[in-house]
Each structure stands twice: as C-alpha cells, then as structure tokens.
C-alpha cells in the first residue's frame, strides 16, 4: 500500500510539472506564427557568438526573413566538418552554450553521423515530450495508478568517447528529461535504468522481461519499432519457464552473468512473487503460452511508431495486446522533435514550442513557415534548433492532415532519398552504394547488375540482387558485416527485427526485369536508372534466378 500511494504521489509531481508545457502549446498553437517567430529570435540572438553564428551574421539578423537569406539549408554533410571540431574539444562552435553529449545515428553517404546535445536541446525535447504525457495523462486518469516502462535508449549499446571527451549517447532512458522529472519518473519505471547497461543483449531482453514479470501494475509502454514488443513477447515464451522461476523465488538468473555492479544494483528491486508465478504458469499451461491480457490485464496504452513503414507491424501488436490503446509517437528524431500526439484528435501535431520549423513542398520551392502550410500537401522537414542544426533538412516527408487550432496537424509519410526503413534501420542509397562498391574492389563478388533491396518474406531482411559472379561463398556475410556500421542496421539485427541478408542471383535479363517493374509503378521508361538500393520489397518475384547458399550469419557485435 506504501509503494502504491508513493507511485501514486510521483505521477501526481510528475505531471504537475507537464503542465507549464502543455499550457504553453496550448496557448501557442493558436497563434504558431508568433511562438516560431520569438523561438527563432532566441535561438540567433543565444548563438550570435559561435563560430557559425559569426560566419553567417546572426548578430546582424532581425527577422525570420533575413535569417533565411543568411543562413543556408544544410545537411549533415555540410555540418560534419562543425561537428568534428566538437568531437575534437572544440567550443562555442555551432551554439555558444557548450555541448553536454553527443547521440550517434544513422548517416546517409556514411556509416553514422553525431548529433550534439546541448541543454537548450533537450529543453525542447522536454516541451514536447511534456505536453504529450500531459494530454495523455489527462485523457487516461488510470495511468497514475500504476507503473510503465519506456524504452528510449538500444538495449546493450556499447560505449563511446569522442577524442576531446565527449560522451556518445544518453546512459539511461530517463536523460531527454530534466534533473527533477528524471526523479520523478524513476519512481514509476517497471524496469530500472540499469538495464540499458547490460553488455549482453539476451541477458538485458531476460532481465527487462524479469521485471516486467513483476509488474502486474503496468499501464504504459513507451517503445520506437512496434516490432520490438513482437520480440519481447516470443523471448518470453522461449523462456517462460525460467522466468516464472525468478518470480517465484525473487531471483534473477539470466544466461549471462551480470556485471557484479549491475547484479548489485537490481537485486535491491526484485521481488519473490510465488502467487503470482503459480497464477501465471496455469494460465500458461491452460493457453499454450503467456498471454499479454493474463501477465498485464492493467496495461492501457502503448506508444510506438504508427506511420510509414512502421505501419504494417501495429496489427500484430493489436492482437498481442487485444484492448489496448496503440497510439502513433508522432515524428520524434534524433535531431530533434517534428511533432506529437494529441489523444482528442487522434493525430499528431507540429512541436510549435520546440523548435523553428520550415517546409519544403518539392524542390526548388521557397520554404514555408509553420503557419503557412496548408492542408493535405507534403512538405519535406527543415528544422533550427537548440542543438546548433540550423536549417537543417531532417530528410523526412509529412503531410498536413489538419489543424489544431491554427497549428498544422502532420503525418509522417517516411524517409526521403530513397532511405529504406523496415525496422528503424535507415538505410541510405548513398550508404548501401559505398558499401557494394567496397565488395566489388575486395572481387567478393562481379557484377554488371547489383542492387540491395529490403524483403518481407517469411521475416524482414534485405537480399542482394546480382547478375554475375558472387565469387565469394561468404558474400551474405560479408555484406551484412559491412551493413553493421550503421548503427540502426546493427540494433535491428542483434534485436532479430531484421534477419541476415541473402544473396539471389539474377540468370538472365535482369535490366529489362528492372525496367519493366520501374515503368509499372508509374515511372516514365527514359527516367528510369539503377541504383544500389531500391525501397520496394517484392523483386525476388521479378527476377529470374536462384538463391545462392549462405556459409552461415555473422556474428552482429553488441
């Protein structure tokens, strides 16, 4: 009963603090012009004295116009040589308040890029992440009475250190928040933060099922890829019978052993649940399997990716959690937040207190302000924020579904470039492109046709498609090992969201198979070209040719 009326006062603290960000939204989607326009004013006035605020005159600036004629649209490539310096020690580079940490992801002409986190970031990270725990809060009041679990950091992510220091990515889950929310929410987590230190990545999936075993409280998960629950759920039965164990005993025994700090750590928070355990492993035996209803009949909501390519695992999701409220996470990037859920009308709106936003409806346009975008167009993301990107093309398409307020309501269509997206894994044509052509100078394979494109047979992985010589019998490894240094692609292949790749080579006619396909979609035939990475699934069914055999997976490091 204490635990139960602390967690309860932790909720209450918690999201008394949402309120001044949900307020704030509130007030500002009404009039988005104005809330972008001061936002973009303290975001050149705050770094007029970095070195790319010098570079381009942010002293001098003094509307959102003279901004935009001053400061160019950029991608990573054009910020990289800025973010080296900050690798290497550098201060007061892209922003004049100083970097705390750097959050690695996927690239698009290389293997990863870094993205700088300064305090002014994750203050923006925090209003919009407030003013969506404040909604949901408020639309489903059963969430104070129990516990939930988020899961923001990869489980078993290794650790890095730039040379002048820096520290690359968060160490928990809780580091998008403030110091007293991080508190706060630490109260209500069903699996400790210890676990996203786990080097193993079995014994950190063992572990948080361990403690979501005990959780019979829990009311809300937060996870990216839906597909990652389907992987909870087919380890928990792999494993039930053990698991069931540790609940009964108030043990943890994983399948590795935990680093003795760690092991410390959680044994502090287990508890032996005899009861529980028996209850669960009759309705185990009774069901054929551990249903999500029996071990969490409290669980109300999940939050998750919904839209683009996420889209097609969120039925399975439905019938492993029949009755709970799958709700979309709106657009949420590494480099910064685009826009989030609103329970009322069951979509999602443009962060107008996070960042300074710009569109672009198709290239060469003029961009538009947040509050000129009109309904049912596509517009491609270009963001400014507190991290130092400045107008900075995301490479994300959305379209304005409607308005809350006079605030655009958006639906994120996907990636652009021709980023291929099963699982979380962003692979780009650039990337996947600089990767065949390492494998056809190491002659691991010849070639006059080679292109990789993902599959959703039998589960998610990518195959290359060749016509020639797959000289090298180990060619599958090969390139997955090679796939591995972008860090999304590696996550989701040490999850299982994504099988290894598989090679099918082409016997005949593979140009006329492609062009056929292309013009088919709508393409005209003079514009069709190759490419190294193609984003349909489905050309196994177009080619004729055979499987090669594998020598076997590559081992995917943690």
């Not at 792999?238 to 399948?255: F, I, S, T, Y």
């Not at 996470?329 to 207190?353: D, N, Q």
């Not at 309501?409 to 600089?434: H, I, M, Q, R, W």
Request: charged share 25%; hydrophobic share 40%.
């Amino acid at each position: 009963m204490f635990e139960k009326t602390m967690r309860g006062a932790a909720h209450a603290a918690w999201l008394a603090s949402c309120w001044s960000p949900h307020h704030n939204l509130r007030r500002a989607q009404k009039d988005p012009a104005e809330a972008q326009a001061a936002l973009l004013d303290w975001l050149v006035r705050a770094n007029a004295s970095s070195a790319y605020g010098r570079k381009f005159g942010f002293s001098q600036l003094r509307n959102t116009r003279e901004f935009q004629s001053a400061a160019p649209i950029v991608g990573y490539d054009e910020l990289r040589p800025w973010i080296e310096r900050i690798k290497a020690g550098g201060q007061a580079v892209l922003t004049e308040e100083p970097v705390l940490m750097l959050e690695k992801t996927s690239g698009s002409s290389s293997a990863a890029k870094y993205i700088p986190y300064t305090a002014s970031l994750r203050r923006e990270f925090q209003r919009a992440v407030g003013a969506w725990m404040f909604d949901l809060y408020a639309h489903n009041p059963t969430l104070f009475s129990g516990t939930a679990y988020w899961a923001i950091t990869p489980l078993a992510r290794e650790t890095e250190v730039t040379a002048g220091g820096l520290r690359v990515g968060f160490e928990n889950d809780t580091e998008y928040l403030g110091a007293a929310e991080r508190f706060l929410l630490r109260k209500i987590l069903a699996v400790p933060e210890e676990v996203a230190r786990i080097p193993d990545l079995d014994t950190a999936l063992y572990v948080t099922l361990r403690f979501l075993l005990q959780a019979s409280s829990l009311r809300f998960i937060s996870v990216w890829a839906p597909s990652f629950l389907t992987i909870l759920h087919e380890y928990l039965q792999k494993n039930a019978e053990q698991l069931l164990a540790d609940v009964h005993d108030g043990a943890l025994r994983p399948p590795e052993k935990l680093p003795d700090a760690i092991a410390s750590s959680l044994q502090s928070k287990l508890r032996a649940e005899p009861a529980r355990a028996r209850r669960l492993e009759r309705a185990r035996q009774e069901n054929g399997s551990l249903r999500a209803q029996d071990v969490w009949p409290n669980l109300r909501v999940i939050s998750c990716w919904t839209d683009a390519s996420s889209r097609s695992a969120v039925p399975a999701l439905r019938e492993l959690f029949p009755g709970v409220l799958i709700q979309g996470k709106g657009l949420l990037a590494t480099e910064g937040v685009v826009s989030m859920p609103l329970v009322e009308r069951g979509a999602c709106m443009a962060a107008v207190t996070s960042h300074f936003f710009e569109f672009i409806e198709q290239p060469g346009a003029t961009p538009r302000l947040l509050h000129e975008l009109e309904a049912n167009h596509e517009y491609s993301v270009v963001l400014t924020t507190g991290g130092g990107f400045y107008r900075y093309r995301l490479g994300d398409r959305v379209r304005v579904t409607g308005f809350a307020g006079n605030t655009p309501l958006l639906e994120f269509l996907g990636k652009e470039d021709g980023v291929s997206d099963l699982c979380g894994e962003k692979l780009s044509p650039a990337f996947v492109g600089s990767v065949l052509e390492e494998l056809s100078v190491e002659r691991a394979y010849s070639s006059d046709f080679a292109m990789l494109a993902p599959s959703q047979q039998e589960s998610p992985h990518y195959v290359l498609f060749l016509q020639g010589d797959a000289s090298q019998t180990d060619l599958a490894d090969q390139l997955d090992k090679k796939l591995t240094q972008n860090p999304h692609y590696a996550y989701c292949r040490r999850l299982g969201q994504l099988a290894a790749p598989r090679i099918f080579q082409i016997t005949s006619d593979a140009g006329e198979s492609y062009l056929r396909r292309c013009v088919s979609t709508g393409q005209r035939a003079g514009a069709v070209k190759a490419v190294a990475l193609h984003r349909l699934t489905g050309w196994e069914d177009f080619f004729r040719g055979e499987w090669k055999e594998q020598r076997g997976e590559v081992e995917v490091e943690a």
